[in-house]
Protein backbone atom coordinates (compact mmCIF):
# COMPACT_ATOMS: atom_id res chain seq x y z
CA UNK A 1 0.00 0.00 0.00
CA UNK A 2 1.67 3.49 -1.15
CA UNK A 3 2.17 5.80 2.00
CA UNK A 4 0.86 9.63 2.19
CA UNK A 5 2.91 11.16 -0.54
CA UNK A 6 3.37 15.50 -0.26
CA UNK A 7 4.56 17.54 -3.07
CA UNK A 8 6.38 19.33 -3.62
CA UNK A 9 9.64 18.30 -1.34
CA UNK A 10 11.54 21.38 -1.10
CA UNK A 11 10.56 25.14 -1.98
CA UNK A 12 12.30 28.09 -1.98
CA UNK A 13 9.83 31.50 -1.63
CA UNK A 14 10.24 35.51 -1.02
CA UNK A 15 8.88 37.02 1.86
CA UNK A 16 5.83 38.24 1.24
CA UNK A 17 4.84 35.59 -1.78
CA UNK A 18 2.46 33.19 -1.21
CA UNK A 19 2.66 29.20 -1.66
CA UNK A 20 0.26 25.69 -2.13
CA UNK A 21 1.50 22.15 -0.49
CA UNK A 22 -0.02 19.11 -1.66
CA UNK A 23 -0.70 15.79 0.17
CA UNK A 24 -2.55 12.74 -1.05
CA UNK A 25 -3.30 10.56 2.08
CA UNK A 26 -3.34 6.36 2.19
CA UNK A 27 -5.80 4.97 -0.12
CA UNK A 28 -8.86 4.90 2.16
CA UNK A 29 -7.73 7.20 4.75
CA UNK A 30 -10.11 10.15 4.98
CA UNK A 31 -8.46 11.94 7.72
CA UNK A 32 -5.71 14.48 6.62
CA UNK A 33 -4.05 16.55 9.45
CA UNK A 34 -1.15 19.22 8.95
CA UNK A 35 1.43 19.99 11.15
CA UNK A 36 4.46 22.74 11.06
CA UNK A 37 8.14 21.53 12.88
CA UNK A 38 10.52 23.56 13.48
CA UNK A 39 13.84 22.74 15.76
CA UNK A 40 12.57 25.51 18.37
CA UNK A 41 8.74 24.30 18.35
CA UNK A 42 9.04 20.88 17.79
CA UNK A 43 5.66 19.51 15.78
CA UNK A 44 2.89 21.76 16.15
CA UNK A 45 -0.83 21.22 14.92
CA UNK A 46 -1.76 23.25 11.83
CA UNK A 47 -5.76 21.69 11.06
CA UNK A 48 -7.36 18.81 10.62
CA UNK A 49 -10.16 17.56 7.90
CA UNK A 50 -12.25 14.83 8.02
CA UNK A 51 -14.64 13.69 4.55
CA UNK A 52 -14.03 17.78 3.23
CA UNK A 53 -14.47 19.20 6.38
CA UNK A 54 -12.05 21.18 8.87
CA UNK A 55 -12.43 19.49 12.07
CA UNK A 56 -9.77 21.30 14.34
CA UNK A 57 -7.86 24.02 13.99
CA UNK A 58 -4.02 24.84 16.04
CA UNK A 59 -3.23 28.43 17.10
CA UNK A 60 -1.69 29.47 13.45
CA UNK A 61 -2.50 32.99 11.53
CA UNK A 62 -5.36 33.17 9.95
CA UNK A 63 -2.42 33.31 6.71
CA UNK A 64 -2.51 29.83 7.04
CA UNK A 65 -5.30 27.77 5.27
CA UNK A 66 -6.21 24.26 4.21
CA UNK A 67 -8.97 22.12 2.34
CA UNK A 68 -9.72 18.65 1.79
CA UNK A 69 -10.72 17.11 -1.51
CA UNK A 70 -13.57 14.84 -1.85
CA UNK A 71 -10.85 12.42 -2.86
CA UNK A 72 -9.53 12.75 0.92
CA UNK A 73 -6.58 14.90 -1.37
CA UNK A 74 -5.42 17.75 1.08
CA UNK A 75 -3.98 21.32 0.37
CA UNK A 76 -2.48 23.99 2.59
CA UNK A 77 -2.02 27.26 1.54
CA UNK A 78 0.22 30.28 3.13
CA UNK A 79 -0.32 33.59 1.87
CA UNK A 80 2.20 36.56 3.10
CA UNK A 81 4.93 34.51 3.61
CA UNK A 82 7.30 35.84 6.39
CA UNK A 83 10.51 34.56 7.39
CA UNK A 84 9.52 32.32 10.27
CA UNK A 85 7.56 30.37 8.35
CA UNK A 86 10.59 28.23 6.84
CA UNK A 87 9.85 25.15 8.29
CA UNK A 88 9.28 21.40 7.46
CA UNK A 89 5.68 20.88 6.87
CA UNK A 90 4.18 17.67 7.38
CA UNK A 91 0.92 15.96 6.43
CA UNK A 92 -0.45 12.82 8.24
CA UNK A 93 -3.87 10.59 7.08
CA UNK A 94 -5.15 8.58 9.30
CA UNK A 95 -8.89 6.19 8.65
CA UNK A 96 -10.86 8.72 10.69
CA UNK A 97 -10.11 11.53 13.50
CA UNK A 98 -10.27 10.76 17.13
CA UNK A 99 -8.03 7.89 18.71
CA UNK A 100 -6.62 6.54 14.92
CA UNK A 101 -2.76 6.90 14.91
CA UNK A 102 -1.72 8.87 11.86
CA UNK A 103 0.73 8.44 9.98
CA UNK A 104 3.25 11.03 8.15
CA UNK A 105 4.23 12.23 4.68
CA UNK A 106 7.83 12.71 4.22
CA UNK A 107 7.06 16.59 4.29
CA UNK A 108 7.69 19.35 2.14
CA UNK A 109 10.86 21.56 3.28
CA UNK A 110 9.49 25.69 2.68
CA UNK A 111 12.15 27.96 3.11
CA UNK A 112 11.36 31.60 2.58
CA UNK A 113 14.18 34.04 2.05
CA UNK B 1 -4.51 22.86 27.55
CA UNK B 2 -2.98 19.32 26.86
CA UNK B 3 0.94 18.84 27.38
CA UNK B 4 3.36 16.47 26.83
CA UNK B 5 7.01 16.75 28.28
CA UNK B 6 9.64 14.53 27.32
CA UNK B 7 12.92 13.40 29.36
CA UNK B 8 15.74 12.99 28.96
CA UNK B 9 16.07 15.68 25.82
CA UNK B 10 19.23 13.38 24.43
CA UNK B 11 20.64 9.78 25.69
CA UNK B 12 23.97 8.51 23.91
CA UNK B 13 24.49 4.76 24.64
CA UNK B 14 26.30 1.79 24.11
CA UNK B 15 25.41 -0.60 21.77
CA UNK B 16 23.34 -3.21 23.98
CA UNK B 17 23.16 -0.76 26.68
CA UNK B 18 18.98 -0.65 27.73
CA UNK B 19 17.48 2.08 28.99
CA UNK B 20 14.04 4.10 28.68
CA UNK B 21 12.61 7.10 27.50
CA UNK B 22 10.04 9.01 29.33
CA UNK B 23 6.96 10.96 28.19
CA UNK B 24 4.90 12.74 30.78
CA UNK B 25 1.48 14.08 30.17
CA UNK B 26 -1.53 16.36 31.07
CA UNK B 27 -4.92 15.92 28.93
CA UNK B 28 -8.41 16.27 28.44
CA UNK B 29 -10.17 13.23 27.58
CA UNK B 30 -7.23 10.86 26.91
CA UNK B 31 -8.35 9.11 23.46
CA UNK B 32 -4.65 7.60 22.60
CA UNK B 33 -1.16 7.88 23.77
CA UNK B 34 1.63 7.28 20.04
CA UNK B 35 5.31 6.94 20.32
CA UNK B 36 6.98 7.86 16.56
CA UNK B 37 10.35 7.63 15.28
CA UNK B 38 11.92 10.01 13.28
CA UNK B 39 14.91 10.33 10.99
CA UNK B 40 16.55 13.00 10.29
CA UNK B 41 14.56 14.92 7.11
CA UNK B 42 11.86 12.29 7.67
CA UNK B 43 8.37 12.51 8.43
CA UNK B 44 7.61 10.41 11.85
CA UNK B 45 7.15 6.81 11.24
CA UNK B 46 4.75 5.41 13.68
CA UNK B 47 5.49 2.76 16.52
CA UNK B 48 2.78 2.20 19.32
CA UNK B 49 -0.47 3.24 20.24
CA UNK B 50 -1.97 3.16 23.80
CA UNK B 51 -5.16 3.61 25.04
CA UNK B 52 -5.43 2.87 28.85
CA UNK B 53 -3.45 2.14 31.87
CA UNK B 54 -1.49 -1.17 32.28
CA UNK B 55 -1.39 -1.56 28.38
CA UNK B 56 1.82 -2.35 27.08
CA UNK B 57 3.20 -3.29 23.41
CA UNK B 58 6.35 -4.69 21.99
CA UNK B 59 8.24 -4.31 18.83
CA UNK B 60 11.40 -5.99 18.23
CA UNK B 61 13.86 -4.32 20.78
CA UNK B 62 10.85 -1.65 21.70
CA UNK B 63 8.72 -1.61 24.40
CA UNK B 64 5.94 1.22 25.47
CA UNK B 65 4.29 1.21 29.00
CA UNK B 66 1.21 3.49 29.66
CA UNK B 67 0.34 4.64 33.32
CA UNK B 68 -2.53 7.66 34.07
CA UNK B 69 0.76 10.24 33.96
CA UNK B 70 3.13 9.10 31.86
CA UNK B 71 4.44 6.54 29.41
CA UNK B 72 7.56 4.75 28.71
CA UNK B 73 9.33 3.43 25.29
CA UNK B 74 11.94 0.90 27.07
CA UNK B 75 15.23 0.20 24.89
CA UNK B 76 16.58 -3.41 25.19
CA UNK B 77 20.11 -4.17 23.98
CA UNK B 78 20.16 -1.37 20.80
CA UNK B 79 21.52 -1.48 17.69
CA UNK B 80 23.74 1.63 15.71
CA UNK B 81 20.19 1.42 13.86
CA UNK B 82 18.01 2.57 16.63
CA UNK B 83 19.55 5.98 16.17
CA UNK B 84 17.02 8.86 15.44
CA UNK B 85 14.50 10.89 17.58
CA UNK B 86 11.62 9.58 19.87
CA UNK B 87 8.46 11.27 20.12
CA UNK B 88 5.34 11.09 22.11
CA UNK B 89 2.08 12.02 21.10
CA UNK B 90 -1.00 12.75 22.89
CA UNK B 91 -5.02 12.81 21.51
CA UNK B 92 -7.07 14.55 23.25
CA UNK B 93 -10.57 15.67 22.34
CA UNK B 94 -9.51 17.97 19.84
CA UNK B 95 -5.98 17.16 18.78
CA UNK B 96 -2.73 15.30 18.74
CA UNK B 97 -0.14 17.23 20.61
CA UNK B 98 3.61 15.92 20.42
CA UNK B 99 6.66 16.17 22.93
CA UNK B 100 9.86 18.21 21.65
CA UNK B 101 11.04 14.32 20.94
CA UNK B 102 14.58 12.71 22.56
CA UNK B 103 17.48 12.03 20.58
CA UNK B 104 19.09 8.89 20.58
CA UNK B 105 22.35 7.72 20.00
CA UNK B 106 23.60 4.54 19.86
CA UNK B 107 27.53 4.35 19.94
CA UNK B 108 28.98 0.87 18.13
Request: a negative charge.
Given at each position: KAGVTQTPRYLIKTRGQQVTLSCSPISGHRSVSWYQQTPGQGLQFLFEYFSETQRNKGN????FSGRQFSNSRSEMNVS???????ALYLCASS?????YEQYFGPGTRLTVT | EDQVTQSPEALRLQEGESSSLNCSYTVSGLRGLFWYRQDPGKGPEFLFTLYSAGEEKEKERLKATLTKKESFLHITA??????ATYLCAVRGNEKLTFGTGTRLTIIP
Open positions: FPGRTLELGDSIRTDK | PKPEDS
